[in-house]
């Protein structure tokens, strides 16, 4: 009996023992709950400053934002490769962008300071670079600016289309394409020296070529290719918001790098005003394609209104030129376009690329 009681008589030692291992499991729980958690919110945040690098890098190596596998990966980001999967890609942007506010109030009564530009848009990055955070855009869009001693349009340019180039999220770059020295300008050897130059720092797979005064009064006429060359500049306020002619292709263009190569790109012999603009329509049309365009509700646009440029007379061979393209287009283009960067330079809101292309009858220096 003094042994069964003994047996029976709850021993203080013993409960303490069973305390004491109840209260060591919870501690553990607690333990594992808390790694899991610390060990959670770092592979998180690690993942979002490799997406934010990624990014970054992405346009000095030239690829894709998004990208993912081992091209991608290049040979600096060796030191990158750990276990933690990748966080899943952006959803690509919607068809048409629900940030879109359609007419546009434009005017150029007010002058522009170039940091209030800056100011407005935050997330325009360093050389006029911007792409949505929210989603990745539907195409890589380099914004082509053939350019001579135009500074002010170029500030009422950039104080209007950055806003609605961000609205229609689009992955874009803005390149002013400078003509140096003072020889006759030469707008489409200029365009064809920017899509060049482009393709240089990202992977482009649309050119939208801009003159520099052509403001969009709606932001529904989207910088972006079709599956046909597309003219942007359908209803100027200068044409009394008409086309001029059915065959009018200038102002505003855009073409995707295929569309571009499959014309050699734009003529490089039309030395000053007219022209040139008749000359790739007619590739276009050579090469068995059409040419795409907004409704003139939605195409409108304004022109800053100015005086003829020096050295920009029209151009008395034009006529004979776009007589005499099915046969110039197979050597005059991207095929023979010899210039000379002197001089590239990120602006906050654009890339300034200084270049000498010669001048009629003048070789580019080497
Ligand atoms: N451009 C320059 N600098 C120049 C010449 C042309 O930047 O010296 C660029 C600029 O982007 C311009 C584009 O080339 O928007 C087309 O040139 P343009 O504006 O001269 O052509 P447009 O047909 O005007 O618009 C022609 C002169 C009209 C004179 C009207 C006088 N009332
Ligand atoms: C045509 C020109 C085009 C020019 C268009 C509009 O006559 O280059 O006028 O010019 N073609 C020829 O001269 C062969 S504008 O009124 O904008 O100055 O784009």
């Known amino acids: 009996m003094g042994r069964n009681m003994t047996a029976v008589t709850p021993m203080p030692g013993r409960g303490l023992h069973v305390t004491c291992l109840?209260?060591?499991?919870?501690?553990?729980?607690?333990?594992?709950?808390?790694?899991?958690?610390?060990?959670?919110?770092?592979?998180?945040?690690?993942?979002?400053?490799?997406?934010?690098?990624?990014?970054?890098?992405?346009?000095?190596?030239?690829?894709?934002?998004?990208?993912?596998g081992p091209s991608s990966a290049g040979p600096t980001r060796t030191g990158s490769s750990t276990a933690v999967s990748s966080p899943p890609p952006l959803q690509p942007c919607p068809e048409t962008s629900p940030l879109l506010v359609g007419p546009l109030e434009i005017?150029?009564?007010?002058?522009?300071?170039?940091?209030?530009?800056?100011?407005?848009?935050?997330?325009v990055r360093e050389g006029g670079r911007f792409a949505p955070v929210e989603c990745t855009a539907l195409q890589k869009v380099a914004i082509i600016i053939p350019f001579r001693n135009r500074l002010q349009h170029l500030?009422?340019?950039?104080?209007?289309?950055?806003?609605?180039?961000?609205?229609?999220?689009?992955?874009?770059?803005?390149?002013?394409?400078?003509?140096?020295?003072?020889?006759t300008f030469n707008r489409a050897k200029l365009l064809n020296v920017g899509f060049m130059e482009a393709l240089k720092v990202y992977d482009y797979s649309c050119f939208v070529f801009s003159d520099v005064d052509l403001i969009p009064m709606d932001d529904r006429n989207i910088y972006k290719c079709y599956s046909q060359p597309r003219h942007l500049a359908v209803s100027m306020d200068k044409f009394g918001f008409r086309l001029p002619y059915n065959q009018y292709f200038g102002g505003i263009s855009?073409?995707?790098?295929?569309?571009?190569?499959?014309?050699?790109?734009?003529?490089?012999?039309?030395?000053?005003?007219?022209g040139e603009d008749d000359d790739i329509y007619n590739r276009i049309v050579f090469?068995?394609?059409?040419?795409?365009?907004?409704?003139?509700?939605?195409?409108k646009c304004r022109m800053i209104r100015h005086n003829r440029d020096q050295n920009n007379a029209p151009n008395p061979q034009r006529f004979n030129r776009i007589s005499q393209t099915r046969q110039t287009m197979q050597h005059d283009g991207l095929n023979s376009l010899v210039y000379?960067?002197?001089?590239?330079?990120?602006?906050?809101?654009?890339?300034?690329?200084?270049?000498?292309?010669?001048?009629?009858?003048?070789?580019?220096s080497r």
Not at 37 to 65: C, K, W
Not at 155 to 183: A, C, F, M, S
Not at 287 to 299: A, D, E, F, L, V
Not at 340 to 361: M, N, Q, R
């Open 254 to 274: 855009a073409l995707s790098k295929e569309q571009h190569e499959k014309i050699n790109g734009f003529p490089n012999d039309y030395w000053g005003w007219g």
């Open 107 to 123: 005017g150029f009564s007010q002058s522009v300071n170039l940091e209030d530009v800056q100011k407005i848009n935050p997330l």
């Open 287 to 299: 090469k068995g394609m059409s040419i795409s365009r907004p409704s003139g509700g939605i195409g």
């Open 155 to 183: 500030n009422y340019w950039l104080y209007y289309l950055h806003p609605i180039l961000q609205r229609q999220q689009l992955d874009y770059g803005v390149y002013v394409i400078n003509q140096h020295g003072e020889d």
């Open 22 to 68: 109840a209260v060591m499991v919870l501690c553990g729980v607690h333990l594992a709950v808390t790694l899991f958690y610390y060990l959670d919110v770092h592979v998180y945040t690690g993942q979002m400053m490799r997406r934010f690098g990624n990014f970054m890098e992405s346009e000095r190596l030239s690829i894709p934002a998004n990208s993912t």
């Open 340 to 364: 000379k960067v002197l001089e590239v330079k990120k602006y906050p809101l654009y890339t300034f690329i200084d270049v000498d292309i010669g001048g009629p009858g003048r070789p580019p």
